[in-house]
């Protein structure tokens, strides 16, 4: 029903994540982050979003993805529908798949990375997930719609998608956290919507915007534009 990625660049500091569905709303089922914290991606065939935001509340608290993982686990007796990757704060990750979940589905989990699909043509869409990331050299969302592009082209979600997201966090740059909640090519608009947030006059906004390195920061003329 869903694939999704969860990245941690050391040397910035930048925490991103992407997912893509054969249903509606992605964004907002599926991905939650944090700059001081992680990422995490709850789905399923019968998601919770109590497994997102508390993954989310476990991690800022500190704790380590596999153990937050576990721990949400072990706790829902309904877990075997469901699925969750988790990204930790030092780049740890962990993931979980319900015994019940729709093949193929699976994660896969290194330093600074973890993906995760269900209802995906073979174990092929996770891997191309992984090498569409890692061969982008461009920036942050660049690199995430590379991801989900491959894991498109390698058998996607088996019902074709609908909706597609992205989240990006950085220390020295305002979240980003794009949506394409209806459409029969959202790849490609998330990629337009990405490409227009990257260009002046809105990036000329971010640039003004409070950021996790300069929370005081505003903007020097009085000519920049407001949500």
């Not at 979980?96 to 269900?118: K, R, W």
């Not at 982008?136 to 590379?146: D, F, H, N, R, V």
Request: charged fraction near 20%; hydrophobic fraction near 40%; aromatic fraction near 6%.
């Amino acid at each position: 029903m869903t694939f999704s990625i969860l990245t941690y660049d050391e040397k910035t500091g930048v925490y991103a994540g992407a997912a893509a569905t054969g249903s509606l709303c992605v964004g907002g089922w599926v991905l939650r982050g944090d700059i001081e914290s992680g990422l995490c991606a709850s789905q399923g065939t019968a998601p919770s979003t109590f497994w997102r935001d508390d993954a989310m509340r476990r991690l800022y608290a500190g704790e380590r993805a596999a153990d937050v993982v576990a721990h949400l686990a072990d706790a829902d007796t309904g877990r075997a529908h469901r699925q969750l990757a988790v990204l930790d704060r030092s780049g740890g990750t962990a993931g979980f798949t319900g015994e019940a979940s729709v093949p193929y589905a699976d994660t896969i989990a290194a330093p600074n990375l973890v993906v995760a699909g269900n209802m995906i043509k073979s174990r092929k869409v996770l891997e191309a997930l992984v090498a569409g990331y890692d061969t982008e050299t461009g920036s942050a969302p660049q690199k995430l719609i590379a991801a989900l592009r491959a894991a498109q082209a390698a058998g996607s979600d088996v019902r074709g998608l609908q909706s597609a997201a992205l989240l990006v966090l950085s220390p020295t740059a305002p979240p980003i956290d794009l949506r394409i909640d209806h459409s029969t090519t959202p790849l490609d608009d998330l990629a337009t919507l990405a490409r227009k947030v990257s260009q002046p006059p809105y990036s000329n906004w971010l640039n003004e915007a409070p950021v996790h390195a300069d929370r005081n920061r505003a903007p020097h003329q009085t000519d920049s534009i407001a949500t």
